[in-house]
T-cell receptor, first 112, second 115 residues
Framework: QKEVEQNSGPLSVPEGAIASLNCTYS??????FFWYRQYSGKSPELIMF????GDKEDGRFTAQLNKASQYVSLLIRDSQPSDSATYLC????????????FGKGTHLIIQP | DAGVIQSPRHEVTEMGQEVTLRCKPI?????LFWYRQTMMRGLELLIY????????DSGMPEDRFSAKMPNASFSTLKIQPSEPRDSAVYFC?????????????FGPGTRLTVL
């Protein structure tokens, strides 16, 4: 059974600092990895995806993937209060548009 | 372009009643997904379609749940009969096949409460 594990938090980070969110997955066949952000009462929205080992940067966000350790992380630099949300890690094992297996999310709080 | 459209946004019903949730995917998208989100279980995939054909329904919890996609612009998720444990937020998402990491766009969700 596919499992995606995240620390539920809350993770409290001061404004301007780096927020580090972590995720582990059980299925070694997983090929693509996603980070979604979900504000309270809203739907998930995609922040980043990654499918190769290493780092991928997009603005203030960096996704890191280590397939040998079955570990994915998301770094948020220069954290802003607007980054306060629940961050969902998701994986799929297919090469394309399979349904995603989500972790339960980490609640991030950026303290002004 | 309009995003994924779901209706109703909120539904309150009594145990035993039939509930129908509706979804209109983004035009041109060929994949459609139904998810359910609860505090206890998080966001779970129920079923997904490709070109209107169900591909994987292994996440559908029971025979009380059924989903259809009669055409490329409309899908329904039906619960009959509904039970209190079905209370959750139901999301529809759509995507277009084009690579290894196809972005799924989520609708606003339907918050279902079964009394």
């Amino acid at each position: 059974q596919k499992e995606v594990e995240q620390n539920s938090g809350p993770l409290s980070v001061p404004e301007g600092a780096i927020a580090s969110l972590n995720c582990t997955y059980s299925d070694r066949g997983s090929q693509s990895f996603f980070w979604y952000r979900q504000y309270s009462g809203k739907s998930p929205e995609l922040i980043m995806f990654i499918y190769s080992n290493g780092d991928k940067e997009d603005g203030r966000f960096t996704a890191q993937l280590n397939k040998a350790s079955q570990y994915v992380s998301l770094l948020i630099r220069d954290s802003q209060p607007s980054d306060s949300a629940t961050y969902l890690c998701a994986v799929n094992t297919g090469g394309g548009a399979d349904g995603l297996t989500f972790g339960k999310g980490t609640h991030l709080i950026i303290q002004p | 372009d309009a995003g994924v459209i779901q209706s109703p946004r909120h539904e309150v019903t009594e145990m035993g009643q039939e509930v129908t949730l509706r979804c209109k995917p983004i035009s041109g998208h060929d994949y459609l997904f139904w998810y359910r989100q609860t505090m206890m279980r998080g966001l779970e995939l129920l079923i997904y379609f490709n070109n209107n054909v169900p591909i994987d329904d292994s996440g559908m919890p029971e025979d009380r749940f059924s989903a259809k996609m009669p055409n490329a612009s409309f899908s329904t998720l039906k619960i009959q009969p509904s039970e209190p444990r079905d209370s959750a937020v139901y999301f529809c998402a759509s995507s277009v096949a084009g690579g290894r990491a196809d972005t799924q766009y989520f609708g606003p969700g339907t918050r279902l409460t079964v009394l």
